[in-house]
């Protein structure tokens, strides 16, 4: 089905049911409950989940799938966001041309980059990867000021032509950015006793690129092409011996990987019409490495995983401040309280990334193949267990008298 196989379809459709269910997945504590603040079924954050997920899936084709580790992809997440900023200044508010401009451009940019980074290879295409992240990064933030607006970012204004669509709503404010009148701001908020759900139409059109972005992935992962880029990631020495070229290859692998990041970044100026240089600094390119590393790189969901894992900690736990944490400890004697709020204010709020970094090194040391690898572990020992106890049945069975 779709030209996937049993295994392969079954991972798309367990994604597409958590990205599509997501909303009550995410939502499993009471409105008004202590335990809400663990709650992350919002849309703005299920809308950075999918689309920083469909980021680390186009490194993944790269990094995971390659064996290529770039650390200047969040040039391309720049480039994309400023691309769709300026569709929806200069053409209409629609989505779409946005988004395809963002993906266009991005592809344009690495196959620059990659033509040039792709002449080295191990830590040296690392470095230059980064050198053109942080050359684009200064160029975004202070030389091409007339483009992207330098430090404050490239933002929507009243001024803005749109040859397309409206300059001014009714009420005289900034229009908002829509698929074919369907705001990507609109929300419903639905309702189960104590629960509350809510569905947003530019979540759920981020939710199915990503669909679409994975299924793309999983027929690169086991087409001739994919072989080829394992091939490439197992021993391009080898490759070269036997007279192939990998070069166009890689080059490809790098474009593709590119675009995917033009894509999330396009998508980001979509549900948010704001570009600024903050998200093609070298740090944002390090923590698609984590997610990908985190999830399991080189494997199909891994990067997805990531993605949710490095989001969900960064949005829930940064917000835990020193007042949440007297009311979680307020059972206790005052001296002990805040001895244990003290220890605790070190790993959340402020402090949230002290807690990731301990995680990805606990991950990296016990899970090398990241939280797929968990899964599998733990998969492995329910069927080894029901294993047993089949065995034990069956010799019971055997044996009666006994």
């Not at 991950?363 to 020992?381: A, C, D, M, N, Y």
């Amino acid at each position: 089905m779709l030209g996937l196989d049993k295994k392969d379809m079954t991972t798309l459709l367990v994604v597409a049911a958590l990205v599509l269910l997501a909303p009550f997945i995410l939502n499993p504590f009471p409105a008004n409950s202590a335990m809400a603040q663990f709650n992350a079924g919002y849309p703005d954050l299920m809308q950075r989940f999918v689309i920083f997920g469909i980021f680390a899936i186009g490194f993944n084709i790269l990094f995971g799938l390659t064996g290529y580790l770039s650390f200047g992809h969040a040039a391309f997440l720049g480039v994309g966001s400023y691309s769709a900023v300026w569709m929806f200044k200069l053409l209409s508010m629609n989505v779409i041309p946005a988004i395809l401009l963002s993906v266009i451009v991005a592809g344009l940019f690495a196959l620059v980059i990659g033509f040039i980074s792709l002449r080295r290879t191990g830590i040296y295409f690392s470095i230059l990867t980064l050198a053109f992240a942080q050359m684009s990064f200064n160029l975004a933030y202070s030389v091409l000021t007339p483009i992207t607006n330098g430090e404050t970012g490239l933002q929507l204004t009243l001024e803005d032509p749109r040859i397309l669509g409206q300059t001014a709503t009714e009420s005289g404010g900034i229009p908002v950015t829509n698929l074919f009148g369907i705001e990507m701001r609109g929300s419903e908020t639905l309702y189960f006793g104590d629960w509350s759900f809510q569905f947003s139409a530019g979540y759920y059109l981020c939710a199915i690129i990503m669909l679409i972005s994975f299924y793309i992935s999983v027929r690169i992962f086991r087409s001739p092409f994919g072989l080829m880029l394992r091939a490439i990631k197992s021993n391009k020495t080898r490759m070269n011996y036997t007279g192939l070229n990998t070069k166009p290859y890689a080059l490809a692998a790098f474009v593709i990987s590119g675009m995917y990041a033009g894509l999330a970044g396009g998508l980001l100026a979509s549900m948010d019409p704001l570009a600024g240089a903050e998200r093609m600094q070298w740090t944002a390119s390090g923590e698609v490495v984590l997610m990908t590393i985190l999830g399991g790189a080189g494997t199909l969901i891994g990067p997805v995983l990531g993605a949710g894992f490095i989001k969900y900690f960064e949005n829930i736990f940064s917000k835990i401040n020193e007042s949440v944490l007297h009311s979680w400890f307020s059972f206790l004697p005052e001296s002990v309280e805040n001895g244990a709020v003290w220890v605790a204010e070190h790993f959340v709020g402020g402090g949230w990334s002290l807690t990731l970094g301990l995680l990805f090194m606990l991950v990296v040391t016990f899970l090398p193949g990241g939280l797929v690898e968990g899964g599998q572990r733990i998969i492995k020992l329910f069927r080894r267990r029901k294993a047993d106890d089949g065995a034990e049945q069956r010799a019971a069975k055997s044996h009666p008298a006994e």
